[in-house]
């Protein structure tokens, strides 16, 4: 028997997250793991006219490559991957682990090399993405994995997740809709001020937002969504940052990773467990070492950790800086391989304050 929320979900990535349209080149991306959602989106995207091109993993493969790659073959991307990301209309990519520790004990500079190599493809991605050029939507599909790191049996996590994308009510779409002019009353308070204060416990930040634009995100570009977000002055951020969660990418989770900035760069990293892949992913290349996003999660059907960084940035109450990589379209201008999201919880003693003003207290906004 189907299950009628993946159903559903498919129904709004194609129709509402990326708008699916007759003539579109339609690049699906995923894990086998994922089969009932790829099959659900693949039949809509034809039912629309369009033209799906699938490609589906193995995820026993990735560590494999990692492991017995040679650098040449590190630095190989085919140039019908490159095709497909330059010429898509829409990118779909869903995310379904089999082990979401798999590549812990990889070396990280061989993911680093491969992750340069991959670069111009990603920036020139996104790039097209601003410019308005190709609708792109990241999701996930419930896996045993990703619940584990849950903590919740699949079951569970599947409720919890499908809740988080609002599939348990009516009418998801209007929803988002609304979500959308929450969250733009919030952008139209924050736009004009420039300077913000992050306190919390072992955090005292502060950045700066002049020329900047704040993106809204109200289930286009992520299901679940729910996040307001920039990207940050490259120079000016000072302070330091305490984060509350395990902080997790290509696999590996950093926990108690501690950040100090100086004129926008992290000067010092500290962490209590994979420190060393922490310093090792900051030297990636110039950009990875300062700030390519801000986001604040105003998603409050997410109320707690997940280890799956999509609905976790997400978290009502939080805030997430990313390392790396910034969005175009919010002004950002630095340049990585890498964009690594970190999320710090305000909800029990903390506070935003913008130009002096308080903006959150305890993981509520306080504006008018």
Known sequence: MKDQRVERLADIIVDYSTEVKEGDLVFIRSSYLAEPLIAAIYQRVLE????PYLRTSIPALEPLFYRYAKDKQLEFVPESERWIWDHCDVNIYITAESNTRALSKIDPDRMAVNRRARRDIIDSFFNRAAAGEVRWN????????????????????????????????????????????????????????TEVHIEGEGTDLYLYTEGRTWELSEGKENL??????TGPVETRTH????????????GVGVEGARLE???GRVVNATARQNEDYLIKTLDTDKGARTLGEFGIGTNYGISEFSGEILLDEKIGGTIHLALGASYPE???????????????????????????????????????
């Not at 990703?146 to 997740?161: C, H, P, T």
Request: proline share 5%; aromatic share 14%.
């Open 48 to 51: 629309r006219g369009a033209d």
């Open 138 to 193: 990241l999701t996930l599909f419930p896996t045993e994995a990703l619940a584990m790191d849950a903590q919740m049996s699949l079951a569970e996590y599947e409720d919890f997740f499908y809740a988080a994308c609002w599939l348990d009510r009516d009418d998801p779409v209007a929803e988002w809709r609304q979500e959308a002019e929450r969250q733009q009353r919030l952008i139209d308070w924050i736009s004009p001020r």
């Open 224 to 229: 679940p969504d729910g996040e307001i977000f």
């Open 239 to 250: 302070g330091h940052v305490s984060f509350s969660y395990p902080a997790i990418y290509a």
């Open 261 to 263: 900035f100086e004129e």
């Open 330 to 368: 919010t002004g950002g201008l630095n340049e990585s391989a890498i964009h690594w999201d970190m999320v710090c919880d305000l909800r029990k003693g903390g506070r935003i304050t913008v130009d002096g003003d308080l903006f959150m207290e305890d993981g509520r906004f306080v504006i008018p």
